[in-house]
């Protein structure tokens, strides 16, 4: 399968602990893009990297969330403190070429309780 | 006011109709407009992509947009069973970055 991996698929957390997970983009993809969805809303863009360079990150993205990308390869995503609303689908995508079409992966479904 | 609208449905019509879908945007900057399908908890998938105003036809699906009315649409013709899904909008502002602009989403169900 050469599509965008996330990883894991479902994560069920306490409040307050910390939660951090991975994206694997299409391997020739240079951008990559992190996405929170909440039921029934459209996804909403966090962050963004080109290469290892994070160039972007939106206005919801606290103190609590970083996010990674060692050698421009995959991203990690981590939650510091979890809050209950943290719940949500958080997808990562990836990019190329002029034209920036964006390749989604399945998702990690957070749950915090 | 959203920068992106998109009526969220519930749409249900028959097997074989056509299927409009549509989104207005506030902002004439955005240059690439995009249409995702989306299953039950699974992630966006990629449908159509078009620049200019006009339409751009692949199989059943037609795009268009018309930039003078900040307006874009989505036609299914012959619509399926498995055609139901939620059917989200999404622009980009190219100059920062490319990120995603999303509509909410319009869920539609074709029924049998």
């Known amino acids: 399968d050469t599509g965008v991996s996330q990883n894991p698929r479902h994560k069920i957390t306490k409040r307050g602990q910390n939660v951090t997970f991975r994206c694997d983009p299409i391997?020739?993809?240079?951008?990559l893009y992190w996405y929170r969805q909440t039921l029934g809303q459209g996804p909403e863009f966090l962050t963004y990297f080109q290469n290892e360079a994070q160039l972007e990150k939106s206005r919801l993205l606290s103190d609590r969330f970083s996010a990674e990308r060692p050698k421009g390869s995959f991203s990690t995503l981590e939650i510091q403190r979890t809050e209950q609303g943290d719940s949500a689908m958080y997808l990562c995508a990836s990019s190329s070429g002029q034209h920036n079409e964006q390749f989604f992966g399945p998702g990690t479904r957070l749950t915090v309780l | 006011q959203k920068e992106v609208e998109q009526d969220p449905g519930p749409l249900s019509v028959p097997e074989g109709a056509i299927v409009s879908l549509n989104c207005t945007y506030s902002n004439s900057a955005f240059q690439y407009f995009m249409w995702y399908r989306q299953y039950s908890r699974k992630g966006p998938e990629l449908l159509m992509y078009?620049?200019?105003?006009g339409n751009k036809e692949d199989g059943r699906f037609t795009a268009q947009v018309d930039k003078s009315s900040k307006y874009i649409s989505l036609f299914i013709r012959d619509s399926q069973p498995s055609d139901s899904a939620t059917y989200l909008c999404a622009m980009i502002f190219y100059n920062q970055g490319g990120k995603l602009i999303f509509g909410q989403g319009t869920e539609l169900s074709v029924k049998p």
């Open positions: 078009t620049y200019s105003s």
């Open positions: 391997s020739e993809h240079n951008r």
